[in-house]
């Protein structure tokens, strides 16, 4: 009796621990939110190093006006559409121009005090019926092309990654290796209020990105290769979207939303949330790291439980991982022992 009354009481604690950071609290909470494993997912040395992001690649860029460069088939695909798109309103723009400096000029009364008396022109009426179908045609069909091409399903091979937006971070699940789950939250920025307690501060390692867009633990993925990315949300609708790779998606409680992310080269990418969803929807961005396979493998086998192609990892790596992973790391309370992180303190001691 006793015992099932703690461990009952415990599952409360528990939950009401988990509430407090999904739920109304949070809010309250806005900058004292306690932090969820965020190292759950840290790198184990010498087997996995997050990668240095390239200034300008996969983030905004100081008086950018445009897109920013695009790292997938799609995006480079919206990326010409919209450039063409604007080729063509600014000729039109500039034709009507021309024609109205031109009937204000010639066709004022001083200029030509006695009006023609024309009222139709076949040839004429034709022409500017044909001209603008043609062109709408011309826009239609690479637009519906992009629609269909950004819907397309993935192949029945492709990785699956699962995405759930939270109030206010990300978690990553990878039911194809194992099903382990990364949480992932923005890293504080020195000199202002705390935002994810027990988070490291931005530039703290050399290998972090700028401010507000990095997090401690990125979307791993493979470089050159259809990824399913399948998206929800736990508590109100967040969306996924990163704009160098040519990818929104909006998150939603209780749904699933499906589309195939693929990234051309290997590189850092980032987003943020990109739907309205509270206190802190400015404060969990997105990092996706995209690495060629047999790193990504590396990345993959650095998590407790790990698989790759259904093979549990090799023994070395399981080794190497079990010691660490039997005594769960601070903060990741939240997260079952079996996730916590191969080989954290290494990681921390760089
Ligand atoms: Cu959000």
Redesign the pocket.
């Known amino acids: 009796m006793t015992l099932g009354k703690i461990s009952i009481g415990a599952g409360r604690v528990r939950r009401a621990l988990g509430l407090s950071f999904n739920g109304a609290l949070a809010s309250v909470l806005t900058f004292a939110a306690p932090a969820m494993a965020q190292d759950a997912a840290a790198p184990s040395a010498g087997s996995y190093t997050p990668m240095k992001p390239t200034p300008g690649i996969g983030m905004p860029v100081d008086g950018g006006i445009n897109l920013q460069q695009q790292f997938s088939p799609t995006g480079e695909y919206g990326e010409w559409l919209h450039h063409g798109l604007l080729w063509i309103c600014l000729i039109i723009s500039l034709f009507v121009l021309a024609l109205l400096a031109i009937v204000i000029v010639r066709f004022n009364r001083r200029a030509n005090p006695v009006p023609s008396k024309t009222s139709h022109n076949t040839v004429l009426e034709v022409v500017w019926t044909l001209a603008p179908v043609l062109i709408l045609i011309g826009i239609a069909v690479p637009s519906i092309d992009l629609i269909a091409k950004q819907y397309k399903p993935a192949p029945k091979t492709a990785l699956t990654v699962k995405v759930t937006?939270n109030?206010?971070f990300w978690t990553y699940g990878y039911p194809d290796n194992g099903d382990f789950e990364v949480i992932s939250n923005m890293l504080n920025i020195p000199g202002q209020p705390v935002v994810n307690n027990g988070v490291r501060e931005v530039g703290s390692k050399p290998w972090d990105g700028p401010s507000h867009l990095e997090v401690d633990n990125r979307m791993v993925v493979p470089v050159g290769e259809p990824i399913r990315l399948q998206i929800t949300a736990t508590d109100?609708i967040?969306?996924f979207a990163v704009p160098s790779l040519w990818f929104k998606l909006d998150?939603v409680p209780g749904r699933i939303n499906e589309k195939v992310l693929f990234i051309e080269k290997p590189g850092v990418y980032y987003g943020q949330?990109s739907?309205l969803?509270?206190a802190k929807?400015g404060y969990?961005p997105i990092a996706v790291e995209a690495l060629p396979r047999d790193k990504y493998n590396a990345w993959v086998l650095t998590h407790a439980g790990a698989e790759i192609d259904g093979q549990k990892k090799p023994a070395a790596a399981a080794e190497a991982a079990a010691a660490p992973a039997a005594a769960p790391a601070p903060g990741s309370s939240e997260a079952p022992a079996s996730e916590a992180p191969a080989g954290e303190a290494t990681a921390e001691a760089e």
Do not use: D, I, K
């Open positions: 937006g109030q206010w109100v967040h969306s998150a949330c739907e969803c509270g929807h969990m």
